[in-house]
């Protein structure tokens, strides 16, 4: 017997995610914008980061971080990101945006305009405020929890 409610908060949040990604995924390839979802991916994250570590970013993502470093070698290698030393561990490399990153996340912030264009397509303006309001409190308590997990952890 399955008692497993598939239209629980985390089966929905999770089917949403995954097919929002899947459709990102394929609007930033068929828009030619040279990059991988992936890399689209990373240099997104690496926006919103602003300069961190690789190793950070890769968190961030939930990828491991030798598929990151392919990313950041390829987005390196088009101009889009470089790569500067931590200055608080010189063994640590940063992923810092160029100049040249602007246009490239100008035509993805476009690519996710429309799609959000789209996604609130059978929602009225104020379902879809309500929506990301509820979406980022629940966001603030798992952060919480995760905080108050790790403070019991290193307490004990």
Known sequence: MNTLDHESLGFLVADVSRLIRAEIDRRITEAGLGL???EGRALGHAARAGE?????????????????????DRLQARGLVERVSDPTDRRAKLVRLTPAAAETLSRIADIS????????????????????????????????????????????
């Open 52 to 72: 961190v570590r690789q190793s950070a970013l890769a968190e961030r993502m939930g990828v491991e971080a030798m598929t990151m470093s392919t990313y950041v």
């Open 113 to 156: 305009a429309g799609l959000r264009g789209d996604l609130m397509r059978d929602l009225s303006p104020d379902d879809w405020t309500h929506l990301l309001a509820s979406l980022k409190s629940v966001r603030a308590t798992l952060c919480e929890l995760r905080a108050s997990g790790r403070k019991d952890r290193d307490a004990a």
């Open 36 to 38: 991988t979802p992936g």
